[in-house]
């Protein structure tokens, strides 16, 4: 105890002394940090962009740690929106609303099923990190609808995708379900008398020609002829008619774009003189119909349980394992595409570009501009250098600190100390000034995160957990590299003798 | 001590201390009371500097138990070099060092450190107080590292620092104690753990003639009242009345020993 008495109060005395050391560690710790906070993805941007997030398959996301159906709910009899919930899976997609569905989570692109629940649960199972698994089903169908200049209705392609939309009260009210779309009204929508059979259509859709609020679409469905390993297989040959209401058009924003030509020049504002800026859209040709409505049409139509997902959402308890379990999950399913949350602040600069036609209308198209994002293995070399070099400094002054005490250890040497005490002595000291430098180069970085956090909407418990979590990363790491440095000097140290010391006085 | 060895098991020596088996080979043997408790057979030491230096050459001496030895000689003359090897701080080159039938040739240097714990106090000439201990911190040093309890740690410290007449200025840092309150903190650090043997390398030589002699009658009461044994460098031959013996050493040789027999 008095050795780590003397070794603590040896590196507050020589603080000064060894803030070469101690600068070192705390920017290695900083580099790591920042680092850590990219990679887990609780910074705030990861959240500003989960809109990017269109083609995943699978799709990994954070578990919050707060739930409250109520403040959805009370959301929800506000205006007409899809929300995230799902009881009978115990969801916490709820936890992730409203931002997130606000801002387009969870868009699959439409397809035949193909995610293989069972091998996706098997794949998990034994996983004390996965807290949901939320699977999403699309059946495609004909939609009959008469567009302008049609002198009979035609029939249109659609996929119709089952989610848990929450319809306004004033509407009649509808089943709570999850879904992963973010869906902003354009209309007031109109009542409805089924709960079960009623829809939204995307507003901008130029898939097929608007179905108006209020009126019965007509969606026809190929009947299953079989099921293969879970997959349907479709008999186009026997359509099966289904009449929903459709309550409303919804519209997917993906944020806002500067206004260009089709040249690709800015669209300036003549008075201002300023580039005029837009939001902009997604536009898909889905039928969204509540999961519970879309279930019981594919039992009609032949089927029996559905075993493929064209898209499912994996909530984790925790992030830190988030990395490791895509890159498991990506193995084990090569042919989908699995993303984490913080891959969308890669994905981020994937937006959507506004694009003003000759003929004065807006055009939206995928633009290609990327996110200048620091590579993962770029980012570890940078954590192992700034490590390494903090670790040589801290060899470095120790050899320096321990040339200036030879007396002190020839003193404790003469009166019994053994050299296992010495080494435990000099090695505290290094522990000590790497535990002082991450510290501080942790918590400055940290404090910005922290602060970030705070504004993601990320629950308190959950940011606890984020910072505890990093810090033990962090701290380890910083306290491994100091020991593995400062093995050298404390051998050094251990290794002479009293009379060595004494001689030299 | 000799009977327990005689067990075939390793002599252990209080607070769970065990020097007395190296790698399995007995180095403790023979002792019994009334033996010289310190010996050095034939001691020589030989520093590898230019030519090599010869610092002392087959010095013998034996020191009995609750004897007060001065040694004395002119600077340089290889009395403090004769002092580390008595001590274990320094290997000899030929010859033996004997503490109570434990023969240092025979023990590592972690051996040589627990021997320094129990059995051996020091006294340097520049005090070697730690400085970022006070004065009770610097006594109880030695106390810690042979985990004794903090009551009977601070027990001991009090008695100590009470006895050197330093109980008042326990809390102060070597920094704010004169030369010779800082030695006097120094030999109740030597003392701290009850050595059977007190090694003193110039404990006046730092110190004006009033201080350095109240360090030896302090040493000399030690030695009269708690029977530890004494063997003490000077160059002041003035403290040889307080000796049962006075050996003085030239050319790291002895030449002389007044009092007693060598």
Known sequence: ?505 | MSDRLATGRPAARGHGESYGYLKGKRVSEGYQPGDPILRGINLTKKFLVGDGVVAVREVTLDVMPGEFILVIGPSGCGKSTLLSLLGGLDRPTGGEVILEGRKYSRLDENGLARLRRTSVGFVFQFFNLLGDLTAAENVALPMRLIGLTDEEIHRRTEDLLGAVGMLERANHSPYELSGGEQQRVAAARALANQPKVVLADEPTGNLDRKNGLEVIKLFKRFNAERRQTFVVVTHDRTFAEFADRVVHMEDGRVIKVEGGAA
């Open chain 1, 1 to 505: 105890m008095i050795i780590f008495r003397l070794a603590l109060k040896n590196v507050l005395k020589n603080a000064n002394r060894s803030l070469l050391a101690i600068l070192g560690m705390a920017i290695a710790a900083a580099i790591m940090t920042g680092s850590i906070s990219m990679r887990t993805g609780y910074v705030n941007p990861a959240f500003l962009d989960y809109r990017r997030f269109m083609q995943a398959d699978v799709v990994i996301y954070p578990k919050k740690l707060h739930v409250d159906p109520g403040a959805v709910r009370q959301r929800a009899t506000e205006e007409w929106e899809t929300v995230k919930y799902q009881p009978t899976f115990g969801s916490d997609l709820l936890s992730l609303e409203p931002r997130l569905a606000d801002e387009g989570f969870l868009a699959p692109p439409g397809g035949d099923p193909d995610i293989d629940l069972a091998a996706l649960r098997q794949a998990l199972a034994g996983r004390a990190n996965i807290a949901g698994v939320h699977p999403l089903f699309t059946i495609p169908a004909m939609l009959s609808a008469q567009g302008e200049g049609d002198a009979v209705p035609r029939f249109y392609r659609v996929p119709v995708r089952g989610e848990d939309v929450l319809a306004a009260k004033s509407w009649g009210g509808g089943p709570p379900i999850a879904g992963g779309r973010a869906l902003v009204p354009v209309d007031e929508g109109s009542p409805h008398q089924s709960p079960q059979r009623f829809a939204l259509v995307d507003a901008r859709s130029k898939a097929h020609p608007q179905i108006p609020v209020g009126s019965q679409m007509k969606l026809f469905f190929p009947a299953v002829r079989r099921e293969v390993a879970g997959r349907p297989v479709y008999d186009w040959s026997d359509l099966r008619a289904f009449t929903f209401t459709v309550v409303g058009h919804y519209q997917i924003p993906t944020g806002s774009s500067p206004l260009r030509t089709e040249e690709g020049l800015p669209v300036v504002d003549g008075q201002e003189g300023r580039s005029v800026i837009v939001p902009t859209y997604w536009d898909v040709p889905d039928i969204l119909v509540p999961s519970q409505a879309l279930a019981g049409v594919y039992r009609e139509l032949g089927g029996t349980a559905q075993t493929r997902a064209d898209q499912v959402g994996i909530s984790l308890n925790s992030m830190y394992l988030a990395k490791q379990t895509a890159a498991e999950l990506q193995q084990a399913f090569p042919n989908f595409g699995v993303y984490t949350v913080p891959n969308l602040v890669r994905l981020a600069g994937e937006g959507v570009r506004a694009i003003q036609t000759d003929s004065g209308d807006i055009r939206y198209e995928r633009g290609r501009d990327q996110q200048m994002v620091l590579p993962a293995d770029l980012s570890r070399t940078f954590i192992v250098l700034s490590f390494a070099i903090a670790g040589l400094l801290v060899a470095t002054n120790m050899f320096i600190l321990t040339a200036q005490r030879r007396q002190e250890i020839g003193i404790l040497r003469a009166i019994g100390a053994s050299s296992r005490e010495v080494f435990t002595l000099i090695l505290s000291e290094v522990i000590g000034l790497a535990v002082i430098g991450s510290l501080a180069g942790f918590l400055l970085i940290q404090l910005g995160v922290t602060f970030l956090l705070f504004f993601s909407k990320v629950s308190l418990a959950e940011a606890g957990l984020s910072t505890l979590a990093a810090t033990a990363e962090v701290v380890g790491l910083s306290v491994l590299v100091a020991v593995l440095f400062g093995l050298l000097p404390a051998w050094e140290a251990a290794r002479s003798t009293t009379a060595e010391v004494l001689r030299h006085e």
